[in-house]
């Protein structure tokens, strides 16, 4: 359809005074927390009595496990700031209602052309130089392969969640290959991974902690990027209205397709260089498990936020410390580490159960006028 002058100029009207109530909510939804993770506690509570487990006691080794000495927070904050990096990026997915399920196989990406950078001998000299095109380069292959998901959405008609599952299973299979064909250790081929990076090219660490200030640093830089796109620009605005409203927003002279893509791709690189801070500040190699699942932990994260960035950065750090701290209940309760999910799990059903209830209230309110 041909938009004459007048109707764009109508359009770039309209799309300056578009509401943006969605954005400028409060940041932290704190009343649905504080429901969601009652009812969580009080199921997983009725849980551990069924099984025959103290409450008491798995709450109290979480606690300790996780926030209990520096080495432990310093333990959530490096589990943190991948997380961190994937909810932000799936905020940019959420809000043009998509649903980014391949942000999991977007981290494995991001992690194989950072190694691949990494493994190279065009480097050898050159560590810092090294580090930061791995970083490049693993945000470049997380949001070509996010891309390319959204490519199928757009063109083909895929339904992005059957398309990332799709992409989530071939950049597995991808891993796998290499860590047991190209990239195999010499004279062996091992589920640990290929060879360790030489040291020079791991992200520098705080002290003794382990910690990457680096890596700290990027993933309060993501939270500070996207806030601001998506509060303060026209590219934020645009993703809300083509969130509320696809047909509305295009027949405004939005080009819904090319947001599609480039959320998906802002998406991809964010989740890319979650990929970079695992091989280079984690594992320091990679490694069949790179993701950790942490594409699918935010997935619950920004679910749980409601949308909301720092609501979502606040949940990340509880969801962390969940499973740092659960690391402990095997050894001290004879109960598989595997409670963690089972608690997240919870958060998430109880999220969505208390949402369902909120909106099915709403239309009574405003019919009987309570504002």
């Not at 309209?14 to 954005?23: D, F, Q, S």
């Not at 830089?221 to 806030?227: E, F, M, Q, R, S």
Request: contains cysteine.
């Amino acid at each position: 359809m041909k938009r004459g002058p007048c109707l764009q100029r109508s359009n770039q009207t309209h799309l300056n005074h578009l509401p943006a109530t969605r954005v400028a909510r409060a940041w932290i939804p704190i009343p649905s927390i504080l429901v969601t993770l009652g009812v969580a506690l009080l199921l997983a509570t009725l849980v551990l009595l069924t099984v025959g487990t103290s409450p008491l006691s798995v709450y109290g080794h979480l606690l300790k496990g996780s926030i209990g000495s520096w080495q432990k927070i310093v333990q959530v904050l490096n589990v943190w700031i991948p997380l961190v990096l994937c909810a932000t990026g799936l905020l940019y997915t959420f809000r043009i209602n998509l649903w980014n399920i391949g942000i999991e196989g977007q981290v494995m990406i991001g992690a194989v052309f950072s190694t691949g950078v990494l493994r190279s001998e065009w480097f050898v000299g050159c560590p810092m130089s090294a580090l930061f095109i791995s970083m490049l380069a693993a945000m470049m292959g997380g949001g070509l392969w996010a891309l390319f998901t959204g490519y199928l959405k757009t063109r083909g008609g895929v339904n992005e969640i059957f398309a990332g599952l799709g992409m989530n299973f071939l950049a597995q299979g991808l891993i796998l290959w290499l860590i047991f064909g190209p990239w195999k250790r010499p004279g062996m081929a091992s589920m640990s991974g290929t060879e360790l990076f030489p040291p020079a090219v791991w992200l520098p660490t705080l002290l003794s902690y382990r910690l990457s200030i680096l890596g700290l640093v990027l993933a309060i830089a993501a939270i500070l990027v996207t806030t601001f796109l998506l509060r303060h620009t026209r590219i934020g605005l645009a993703i809300n209205a083509i969130g509320r409203n696809p047909r509305a927003s295009f027949l405004l002279g939005l080009r819904t397709d090319r947001y599609l893509l480039l959320t998906m791709m802002l998406a991809g690189c964010f989740a890319g260089l979650a990929g970079n801070i695992q091989v280079t500040g984690i594992y320091h190699r990679l490694i069949p498990a790179i993701s950790c699942n942490y594409g699918y932990l935010a997935l619950m994260v920004v679910m749980l936020s409601n949308y909301r960035i720092l609501a979502a950065t606040i949940i990340a750090f509880f969801f962390a410390g969940i499973n740092v701290g659960s690391i402990q209940l095997p050894m001290a309760l004879q109960l598989d580490s595997s409670f963690s999910g089972v608690l997240q799990g919870l958060m998430v059903l109880s999220a969505i159960c208390f949402q369902g209830w909120r909106s099915k209230r709403r239309p009574s309110a405003s019919r009987g006028g309570t504002p």
